[in-house]
């Protein structure tokens, strides 16, 4: 493809997701600089480029030369920026897909309400329709349409994980078992890397009397088309899951410990497929929430550890579900305690929307990780985090060791909720 092409395909994208809404963005943003101190990359360097709204320049530019008020009058008078050219978006791709995060911190401190992580998701549309996107990521994609996992985990794996966690928790794991009313999907990460969270789920739902599975045709949440910006394939990624969830009967869809993935199913999902679900999506922290305070997971015996949580951006600030993993935390651990800017105003730990699947921005990913650093190393004898996102999970891992932070213990929801029924399940034999 030449670079008259992919730069004019890249346009045309820009084109077509700059409605109403984008442009009114682009002529009410008045520079003010506030989204910049707001963002965890331009905190932990002070570099100018990291500012959000620069990162919009490409879609920016290409707005004012052929879409915004009086253009026809400018390029009679040969006043209309030149287009946008493949160099730059190359200079720029960079920053759309090391630098952000699209946790939404920018958007919310915005005083003009641009949607800035809205608009760089759209602006990635551009940047994956001409191909220019990170070898990581690219890779991820490579995964999906062989696997369906942008980690390359089969059937097999996965399968291989269940038998592990049965014969860990004595507990049967049923899957693809028909007329459920939960169907379990995972991350990648969790399956892999964190598989102790299917022996928590099968824990908590066995004592709940929850009856559930996990799709051996559509295990996979994380959607990689969200993060590259790939409309089509996070369209298929949506629908592989419809498709087993509608095959399987089940009433209930779980989405994991994963934020892109509660976002993409939860939020974007019905209008990806062009129409409703014939059932409902519910995160797994809103149904802990709901069963606990149901009765059906009675509170056990409290972890004594100083605790703090970590807010991820996608299921927080930009999902909503702000009440209900404190509520678990207030009834599963006995000193519990925020950390600065918590809740709506968290710090993203620098990792999400592709950055850590990108092996290039590593250095600058560990580097924004040091603002979360700081608020944690901000509260006097903090023993454990917990952090209800596997791959802000693996983030913190990676940056408390870099950090020499052996100290602390990075820890999922779910499983904190399980380990607290351990003495209620000896009691019962």
């Not at 493949?86 to 791709?93: M, S, V």
């Not at 908590?204 to 295990?219: E, L, M």
């Not at 917990?386 to 213990?409: D, H, I, K, Q």
Request: charge should be negative.
């Amino acid at each position: 493809m030449s670079s008259d092409n992919k730069a004019q395909i890249a346009v045309d994208k820009f084109l077509q997701f700059t409605d109403g809404e984008v442009a009114s963005f682009f002529e009410a943003c008045v520079h003010c600089g506030e989204c910049a101190e707001a963002c965890h990359f331009y905190m932990a360097t002070k570099d100018p480029k990291y500012t959000p709204t620069y990162k919009l320049f490409p879609m920016v530019k290409t707005y004012k030369r052929e879409m915004a008020p009086l253009h026809s009058i400018r390029k009679m008078f040969g006043l209309l920026p030149p287009a946008v050219t493949e160099g730059e978006l190359r200079e720029w791709e960079t920053l759309v897909y090391d630098s952000c995060t699209m946790c939404g911190r920018c958007t919310m401190v915005c005083p003009m309400g641009i949607d800035i992580a809205g608009t760089i998701r759209k602006m990635r549309e551009g940047y994956a329709a001409a191909d220019i996107v990170p070898d990581g990521l690219k890779r991820s994609v490579d995964f999906v349409e062989k696997t369906g996992s942008p980690m390359g985990v089969t059937p097999k794996a996965l399968l291989a994980q269940v038998k592990h966690q049965e014969k860990e928790t004595g507990i049967k794991i049923e899957v693809d078992k028909q007329g459920a009313d939960y169907m379990a999907i995972l991350s990648s990460m969790e399956i892999m890397g964190y598989p102790e969270i299917i022996g928590a789920y099968a824990r908590i739902f066995k004592k709940a009397g929850v009856s559930w599975t996990i799709s051996s045709k559509a295990y996979e949440a994380t959607n990689v088309g969200v993060q590259i910006g790939s409309g089509p394939l996070a369209k298929e990624i949506v629908t592989r899951v419809v498709d087993a969830a509608e095959e399987l009967g089940v009433k209930y869809v779980i989405s994991p410990e994963c934020g892109h993935a509660y976002g993409a199913i939860r939020w974007a999902g019905p209008n990806m497929v062009g129409r409703p679900f014939k059932f409902e999506v519910v995160h797994i922290i809103e149904l802990l929430d709901q069963l606990r305070r149901d009765g059906k997971i009675p509170a056990g015996v409290k972890d004594g550890r100083k605790m703090t949580l970590h807010d991820p951006c996608q299921i927080i600030r930009r999902g909503g579900l702000l009440k209900e993993p404190r509520s678990l935390l207030d009834d599963s651990c006995s000193d519990f305690v925020e950390m600065e800017y918590a809740g709506l105003g968290n710090l993203c730990c620098g990792g999400g929307g592709g950055v850590s699947a990108n092996p290039r921005a590593a250095e600058l990913q560990n580097a924004a990780f040091g603002c979360k650093a700081d608020q944690l190393n901000a509260i006097d004898g903090l023993e454990a985090v917990v952090v209800p996102c596997a791959n802000c999970r693996t983030v913190f891992e990676e940056g408390l060791e870099e950090r020499e932070m052996y100290n602390l213990e990075v820890l999922g929801l779910g499983e904190l909720v399980a380990e607290t029924l351990k003495d209620i399940e000896q009691a019962e034999g």
